[in-house]
């Protein structure tokens, strides 16, 4: 595995993450703080154009060129790790650190841009490596996996169906650094494992996009229902679905009672991200943390149960440990 | 017996896709083999007409109708053709350097004009987000999404969250540097067919 930092980490601030589902946000803060992962936001950051990139509206040069400027701001910040909460966010950037190392002649073109606008700027060849300074969070969670354990305070009902949906700009676009498996994408599963939780595994259309498809949501909108609808159907037993990317998160959060209408269907999925889950599973605050009260599908949190449960059985845990180091 | 065209004089497509700045050094379209394999995993493909093995196939014969042709617009670029490609050629990368190029020579799809919101957003306030021109059909498929949007602010300091913008100069840094590359000038251009 690719080695991943635990330090000097830029979390890279995503629009879709600001804008629908910012208690992402609020959860990743949390769950680093609480794992002693040193990161810093900077707010001079730009986002990294990735949906009117995708949208055909952003030409390569102008998304490298944002992309360049973001990696200058990273480095003088002494934060070059760039840690993003969204897969999109994830694949422009090491898109454009690998074009800015392999292709000089627009790396001069966006450093004589930076010198003719009179902005203090450069990319230096290989300042960003593509793959030892760009990660999903769900890595920087992932290496952490063991430690995360010990901190979980919540327990939930053993009867709650989990399944994961495997962001596709995390685990097709650079298939080689994706951890935990590309055909058969395994990182959330292992995630929602480390919080004393199981998930379904594998089920038919676990690796089928979330269908938004950029352009296609606004302008092919049956297409696009078509492929989500799909997924949604084949997901019908399962109460949460947990999320990676913003976009994706989304696709099913905000159109799932849209489907449910247009199919004749009655879904009960509820939609969470990652950090999410692991931010409540610590205790973390609903309202003042992890942020539900953004979502479009209510999530029930009186599936959760067993706090007061969970709570006695450590402090009998720790009285059982003070008995046996008295006798010792 | 096939006739192999030696008019060099012109750059073959499948040579304007390798050499597009999108393309990755590896791309491995002259490797194609055909197999469809792409295509079965397509969602555009279950779905609509577009057929990623048929537009790869049309670029290695040349066939260069095919930056015009409709379907290629149904392309969700969602990797996955790319992502079991046996000879590391990537359908989706070559369907973004078509579409790349008929922009170049006006002629996207129409509805294009439409994301062009996508950029003056940008180019105002330096963040992407939802497209302004698809704020009313969003207020209309999601129940409460505006509302939620008027609580936004309040919310994200419930959740001691900074500002969404950059600060004022950093837009303005951002603006300059994408005028410089002739990002606006695109945008405008993009905008200006706007017929509607």
Redesign the interface.
């Known amino acids: 595995m690719k080695p991943i930092p635990d330090k000097n980490i830029l979390l890279f601030k995503s ?2 993450i ?3 589902y ?2 992402v ?2 959860s990743t803060k949390y769950v680093f703080d609480k794992l002693g992962i040193e990161y810093t ?1 900077d ?10 990139h ?9 998304t490298t ?2 992309a360049a ?1 973001n990696f200058d701001i990273a480095i003088k910040n002494n934060h070059p790790n760039i840690v993003t909460m969204c897969a999109t966010c994830y694949a422009i950037n090491k898109k454009a650190a ?2 800015l190392n ?2 000089e002649k ?1 790396r001069e073109e966006i450093n004589t ?2 010198k ?2 009179y ?1 203090d700027r450069k990319y230096e060849v290989d300042s960003i490596d593509p793959t030892e300074n760009i990660f999903h969070v769900v890595e920087i969670i992932y290496n952490k996996k063991d430690k995360l354990k010990d901190l979980i305070k919540i327990e939930l009902s053993d009867d709650l169906k989990i399944a994961t949906h495997h962001a ?2 995390y ?3 650079f ?1 080689n650094d994706t951890i935990g498996g ?2 058969d994408p395994n990182i959330l599963d292992k995630l929602v494992e480390s919080c004393n939780l199981k998930t379904v595994g594998w089920f038919n259309e676990k ?3 979330c ?6 949501r ?3 909108k049956d ?1 696009s229902m ?2 989500s609808s799909e997924k949604l159907i084949s997901l019908k037993d399962v109460d949460i679905l947990i999320h990676m990317c913003p976009n994706c998160h989304m696709q099913f959060d ?2 799932q ?2 489907i449910a209408k247009k199919t004749d269907n009655t879904f009960k999925t509820m939609h969470i991200n990652i950090m999410q889950l692991i931010a409540m599973m610590m205790g973390a605050d609903i ?3 992890v ?1 539900l ?2 979502h ?1 599908i209510p999530v029930n949190i009186k599936a959760i149960k067993n706090e007061d449960k969970w709570k006695k059985i450590n402090k009998a845990k720790e009285k059982l440990e003070r008995k046996k180091d008295k006798k010792l | 017996m096939k006739v192999i065209n030696l008019d060099e004089t012109r750059e073959k497509l499948s040579n304007k896709v390798l050499n597009n ?2 393309a ?2 590896d791309l491995g379209l002259l490797r194609c083999v055909q197999c469809g394999m792409c295509t079965s995993v397509c ?2 493909a ?3 007409n577009y057929n990623p093995r048929y537009m790869v196939e049309k670029v290695l014969e040349n066939d260069e109708k095919i930056i015009e042709n409709k379907d290629i ?8 053709c ?3 490609c046996a000879v590391g050629n990537s359908p989706c990368e070559v369907n ?1 350097i078509l ?2 190029i008929a ?1 170049d020579n006006g002629k ?1 799809d129409e ?2 004009k ?3 919101s ?2 003056e957003t ?1 180019l105002d306030i ?6 302004k021109s ?1 704020f009313m ?2 207020h209309e ?5 505006l509302d ?2 008027a609580e ?1 602010e309040e ?2 300091k ?7 913008q ?2 004022q100069e ?1 837009i303005e ?2 603006r ?3 005028n ?2 002739n ?1 606006d000038k ?2 405008k251009r ?1 905008k200006k067919e706007e017929k509607e």
């Open positions: 629009c879709l600001s804008t629908e910012p208690g946000e609020s936001i707010h001079d950051q730009s986002c990294c154009t990735g949906l009117g995708y949208s055909d509206v952003f030409d390569q040069e102008s060129l944002i400027r690998k074009l392999n292709n627009i841009v930076f003719e606008c902005v596709c700009h685990c097709k676009v298939y590309v055909r690796r089928t996009t269908g938004a498809g950029f352009r296609q606004f302008v092919n297409l078509k492929v905000r159109y009672p849209y309202e003042k943390v942020g009260q953004t479009t | 700045i999108k990755s050094h969602p555009g279950k779905h609509s617009w149904n392309c969700f670029y969602c990797y996955t790319h992502s079991v973004q579409r790349q922009i996207e509805k294009l439409y994301f062009a996508y950029g940008f330096g963040i992407g987000g939802m497209p698809f059909t969003l498929d999601i129940e409460g999404w939620f949007k936004l919310i994200r419930e959740l001691s969250l900074g500002p969404i950059m600060p950093s840094e951002v300059k540097l994408l410089k590359m990002f695109r945008v993009l």
